[in-house]
């Protein structure tokens, strides 16, 4: 593929809010997981909750979209001066030549959880101050989105499950390379709710303690929220870019609903594919920034995939130990994350984990490592086989 430069981008979750507070976290190996304090939920797990969100307020000519997912989302665009990046790049091209590629799990469901406790008592009726289109619908999202930051460019919401925010960025580079676009916002949100929370846990999914991926002890995923964005360019049209889009691979396993293929088929693929968009060998990634959800077999099928492409080589970790498991959200914050590494010469290691499991081969990383980044692959694998693998390099 062509490259595309990431011009700007931002970031918030349980880590704080922008690229310096994430990158501090990062540096001290500091975990945002907290034990579950949220809304009315009685389970015994750990949380990566974005702190203040409840006191955000969203842009009075844009209130009708007022939710949790859509402040995170604002809080988000307001992050990093992520907003007024793309207020120059909207000089520069016109608003309707910038598109909004962004992606979301469970959107603004926790506004319905919410109204559901409000329904009329005789009738059942949801109450008249809901509105499902501006909150929980998922589209409401890319709305919210393109409203705010005054485009009016192709917009669509992908929703795969935990891959979501990371196949935005084929969506946007699929539509660059066909000329509809001059550049593209991507990334996406997924804000904390009842519905994840009770469902991953009547999946026997969640973690009691804080997750500890590829640890030998390893007992679930914790569930987070957070928000990203980045804004692609055509590579010779923006200058002093913070990294570039290399490559994208993707692939669907369909091997079961909720459990990954046990060798990793289509996590390799996915692997494969974006080395080859990117035009890369194996040994040309410096770190890879793993799926690394917790689970006992989420966890040995990704390894077994890593480990059969990149030996024990390549250094790789997984920073859900610190963020929380961000469905939605993990492509583009783990995106962000490797691009943080690619600019601070930093290979995160894995908050939380403890003893790696002996049973897994790939070169897992613990603590920190110092060394050059030039090239980083990002993996995001979703419910029912919905992989994305994504190659970030230097940008100059």
């Given at each position: 593929?062509?490259?595309?430069?990431?011009?700007?981008?931002?970031?918030v979750?349980c880590?704080?809010?922008?690229?310096?507070?994430?990158?501090?976290?990062?540096r001290?190996?500091?975990?945002?997981?907290?034990?579950?304090?949220?809304?009315?939920?009685?389970?015994?797990?750990?949380?990566?909750?974005?702190?203040?969100?409840?006191?955000?307020?969203?842009r009075s000519?844009?209130?009708?979209?007022?939710?949790?997912?859509?402040?995170?989302?604002?809080?988000?665009?307001?992050?990093?001066?992520?907003?007024?990046?793309?207020?120059?790049a909207r000089?520069?091209?016109?608003?309707?030549?910038?598109?909004?590629?962004?992606g979301t799990?469970?959107?603004?469901i926790?506004?319905t959880?919410?109204?559901?406790?409000?329904r009329?008592?005789?009738?059942?009726?949801?109450?008249?101050?809901?509105?499902?289109?501006?909150?929980h619908?998922?589209?409401?999202?890319?709305d919210?989105?393109?409203?705010?930051?005054?485009?009016?460019?192709?917009?669509?919401?992908v929703?795969?499950?935990c891959?979501?925010?990371?196949?935005?960025?084929?969506?946007?580079?699929?539509?660059?390379?066909?000329?509809?676009?001059?550049?593209?916002?991507?990334?996406?949100?997924d804000?904390?709710?009842?519905?994840?929370?009770?469902g991953?846990?009547?999946?026997?999914?969640?973690?009691?303690?804080?997750?500890?991926?590829?640890?030998?002890?390893?007992?679930?995923?914790?569930?987070?929220?957070?928000?990203?964005?980045?804004?692609?360019?055509?590579?010779?049209?923006?200058?002093?870019?913070?990294a570039?889009?290399?490559?994208i691979?993707?692939?669907?396993?369909?091997?079961?609903?909720?459990?990954?293929?046990?060798?990793?088929?289509?996590?390799?693929?996915?692997?494969?594919?974006?080395?080859?968009?990117?035009?890369?060998?194996?040994?040309?990634?410096?770190?890879?920034?793993?799926?690394?959800t917790?689970?006992r077999?989420?966890?040995?099928?990704?390894?077994?995939?890593?480990?059969?492409l990149?030996?024990?080589?390549?250094?790789?970790?997984?920073?859900?130990?610190?963020?929380?498991?961000?469905l939605?959200?993990?492509?583009?914050?783990?995106a962000?994350?490797?691009?943080?590494?690619?600019?601070?010469d930093?290979?995160?290691?894995?908050?939380?984990?403890?003893?790696?499991?002996?049973?897994?081969?790939?070169?897992?990383?613990?603590a920190?490592?110092?060394?050059?980044?030039?090239?980083?692959?990002?993996?995001?694998?979703?419910?029912?086989?919905?992989?994305?693998?994504?190659?970030?390099?230097?940008?100059?």
């Amino acid at each position: 593929m062509q490259p595309l430069a990431i011009s700007r981008y931002s970031v918030v979750n349980c880590l704080g809010a922008g690229s310096q507070a994430v990158t501090g976290a990062i540096r001290e190996r500091r975990s945002g997981l907290a034990p579950c304090d949220f809304e009315t939920v009685a389970l015994e797990t750990w949380i990566g909750r974005v702190a203040g969100l409840e006191q955000v307020r969203i842009r009075s000519d844009l209130a009708v979209y007022d939710c949790r997912n859509n402040r995170l989302a604002q809080l988000g665009l307001e992050t990093d001066g992520f907003a007024g990046a793309v207020a120059a790049a909207r000089e520069r091209y016109g608003a309707a030549r910038i598109g909004v590629f962004v992606g979301t799990s469970t959107s603004g469901i926790l506004e319905t959880e919410l109204a559901y406790r409000r329904r009329d008592p005789t009738s059942g009726a949801l109450p008249p101050d809901f509105r499902y289109a501006e909150t929980h619908n998922t589209f409401s999202l890319a709305d919210f989105v393109r409203r705010y930051l005054s485009l009016e460019g192709p917009a669509c919401v992908v929703s795969s499950a935990c891959s979501s925010t990371a196949k935005v960025f084929g969506n946007a580079a699929r539509m660059i390379a066909a000329g509809i676009c001059d550049a593209a916002v991507v990334g996406g949100v997924d804000s904390l709710c009842l519905t994840t929370l009770y469902g991953f846990h009547s999946l026997e999914l969640t973690a009691r303690g804080p997750c500890r991926p590829f640890d030998a002890e390893r007992d679930g995923i914790s569930i987070g929220e957070g928000a990203g964005f980045a804004l692609l360019e055509r590579k010779p049209a923006a200058v002093g870019a913070a990294a570039v889009l290399l490559g994208i691979g993707e692939s669907s396993d369909a091997y079961h609903m909720s459990t990954p293929h046990p060798e990793g088929l289509g996590a390799k693929l996915a692997m494969t594919r974006a080395l080859e968009s990117a035009g890369l060998g194996l040994s040309e990634v410096d770190y890879v920034n793993l799926h690394g959800t917790g689970t006992r077999t989420n966890d040995a099928a990704e390894d077994r995939a890593v480990a059969d492409l990149f030996y024990a080589v390549t250094p790789c970790s997984s920073t859900k130990g610190a963020t929380g498991h961000l469905l939605g959200a993990a492509g583009i914050t783990e995106a962000i994350i490797c691009i943080l590494a690619i600019g601070h010469d930093i290979m995160p290691g894995s908050a939380n984990t403890r003893v790696v499991d002996p049973a897994l081969g790939c070169n897992y990383l613990v603590a920190n490592r110092e060394g050059r980044v030039r090239r980083a692959l990002s993996n995001s694998f979703g419910f029912g086989g919905s992989n994305c693998s994504l190659v970030l390099g230097a940008a100059a």
